[in-house]
C-alpha cells in the first residue's frame, strides 16, 4: 500500500489535471471569467497554480521543469497541461525519497521537502477551489475534484461524499 502522502499528491496531481482538461473543452472566452474574491481570472488562476507547483519543486530539487510559468505571458492550456503532468509526477516521486530531508529556503530558513510538498496541496487546492467557484459564478457546472471523486476515477475506492 502507498504512504498516506503518496495518496494526497496523486490527489492534488490529478484534481489540476482534471481541472484543467475541463477547461480545455470551454469556449476559450470562459477563461476570462472572474468572481469576487478569487485569485483572477479563470486562466490567471490556472496558470498560477501550475506556476507555482514548478516553482515549488524547483525549490526542492533545482530542476527546471518546462519553461517558466510567468504572469506576463499567457501559455495554452496544452502547455499547462505538459507542465502539471511532470511536477505532478515528480512531487510524487520526490515524496517517496526525500520527504524529511532539510533544504533551506531562499531567506536562509529551514524546512523539510514534505512541509513544501504540504504547501504545494494546500496551495493548490485553495487555488482549484477558486477556479471552480468561478465556474459556478458564471453558470459553469464545474468538475468534481474531491478525494472520493479521485478515488473512485482512479479504481482505488468506491466511496462516496456524505450528502
Not at 35 to 44: D, E, I, Q, R, S
Not at 103 to 108: A, F, H, L, N, V
Not at 118 to 135: D, P, S
Amino acid at each position: 500500500m502507498a504512504p498516506a502522502l503518496d495518496h494526497v499528491l496523486r490527489h492534488s496531481a490529478w484534481a489540476t489535471a482534471t481541472l484543467l482538461e475541463f477547461c480545455r473543452e470551454l469556449d476559450p472566452s470562459a477563461l476570462d471569467a472572474a468572481a469576487p474574491g478569487t485569485y483572477g481570472t479563470l486562466y490567471g488562476t490556472l496558470q498560477h497554480i501550475v506556476g507555482a507547483e514548478r516553482w515549488y519543486l524547483q525549490l526542492l530539487t533545482g530542476e527546471v521543469i518546462g519553461r517558466p510559468v510567468r504572469r506576463t505571458e499567457r501559455r495554452t492550456l496544452d502547455d499547462l497541461v505538459t507542465i502539471a503532468e511532470a511536477t505532478g509526477a515528480r512531487g510524487i516521486a520526490l515524496a517517496a525519497d526525500d520527504a524529511l530531508r532539510v533544504i533551506t529556503m531562499s531567506d536562509g530558513r529551514n524546512s523539510t521537502v514534505g512541509v513544501v510538498l504540504a504547501q504545494l496541496v494546500h496551495h493548490g487546492n485553495e487555488h482549484r477551489g477558486q477556479a471552480t467557484t468561478i465556474l459556478g459564478a458564471n453558470g459553469i457546472e464545474p468538475p468534481p475534484l474531491s478525494a472520493w471523486e479521485y478515488g473512485r476515477a482512479t479504481g482505488i475506492s468506491e466511496a462516496q461524499d456524505w450528502r
